[in-house]
């Protein structure tokens, strides 16, 4: 089994900032990429940032400059800091991490269970 837990969601006003952490653990050989997507209601789910395992970024331009995503290879964790935050920027945040397992071949995409994050006055 995999797992992967996501932390550090909640309430914050405009301007403020939270910082999202997701640990994945079980049966992991090794991650490749790790990921944060978002959903806002009566949206699709869209791409917030990616890291690479040697730590190349990707950002969408709506977080560009706001947003930094990192990593800790030794624990499996990806974060997610983010600062000056907007009310477009609530909804549930998702991370993603591909990974290889010890007990299955090939690469396979696992999904935290969604942590809310409400940007409000």
């Known amino acids: 089994q995999v797992q992967l837990v996501e932390s550090g969601g909640g309430l914050v006003q405009p301007g403020g900032s939270l910082r999202l952490s997701c640990a994945a653990s079980?049966?992991?050989?090794?991650?490749?990429?790790m990921g944060w997507y978002r959903q806002a209601p009566g949206k699709t789910r869209e791409l917030v940032a990616t890291?690479?395992?040697?730590?190349?970024?990707n950002y969408a331009d709506s977080v560009k400059g706001r947003f930094t995503i990192s990593r800790d290879n030794a624990k499996n964790t990806v974060y997610l800091q983010m600062n000056s935050l907007k009310p477009e920027d609530t909804a549930v945040y998702y991370c993603?991490?591909?990974?290889?397992?010890?007990?299955?071949?090939?690469?396979?995409?696992?999904w935290g269970q969604g942590t809310q994050v409400t940007v409000s006055l």
């Open positions: 993603n991490a591909n990974l290889r397992r010890t007990d299955r071949v090939g690469v396979l995409a696992y």
């Open positions: 079980g049966s992991i050989f090794s991650v490749n990429a």
């Open positions: 890291i690479s395992s040697g730590g190349s970024t």
